[in-house]
């Protein structure tokens, strides 16, 4: 008669440990992809930002190469918005979306922004230069 309960205790063992394992991998997975969208629209964002500062028109520039770059991605993301903004010399970058959800929640939100200002090389030659001028006449 003992061995029959042993028997129960693995089936009642098994009935606890398998959902909190599958729950764990789930995570793990979810987690995974939010992770890995994040980095990869962080990287896309930057450059965005690069190619559109590159191109004589800034907003129009990083909002087209988003397009190409956003019709490459392949794994499930849910409603990704871009933004491009020009002022004063800098450039701006905003991207919201989100992870679509493994057990049917809507997942995990991300926001992303990035921005870039333009340094103009003869403008910031001056600067450096005269930096060092007022350094020289400082230690005088």
Known sequence: MGGGKKKGSITVEAVFVVPLCLMV????????????HQSWYREAAWECILAGADTG????????HWE????DQILP????SAKAAE??????????????????????EFMIHVQREQIRPTE???RVHMLKKL???EMR
């Not at 991998?25 to 890995?36: A, C, R």
């Not at 993301?77 to 990704?80: C, K, L, T």
């Not at 004063?88 to 809507?106: A, E, P, T």
């Open 57 to 64: 028109e800034e907003v129009a520039g990083v909002l087209s």
């Open 135 to 137: 350094g020289e006449e």
């Open 25 to 36: 991998i789930f995570v793990l997975l979810e987690s995974g992809l939010y992770l890995h």
């Open 87 to 108: 002022k004063d010399g800098r450039l701006d970058m905003s991207l919201r979306g989100g992870v679509s959800g493994i057990w049917g929640f809507n997942g995990m």
């Open 124 to 126: 910031f030659v001056w």
């Open 68 to 71: 190409r770059l956003a019709a």
């Open 77 to 80: 993301v849910r409603e990704v």
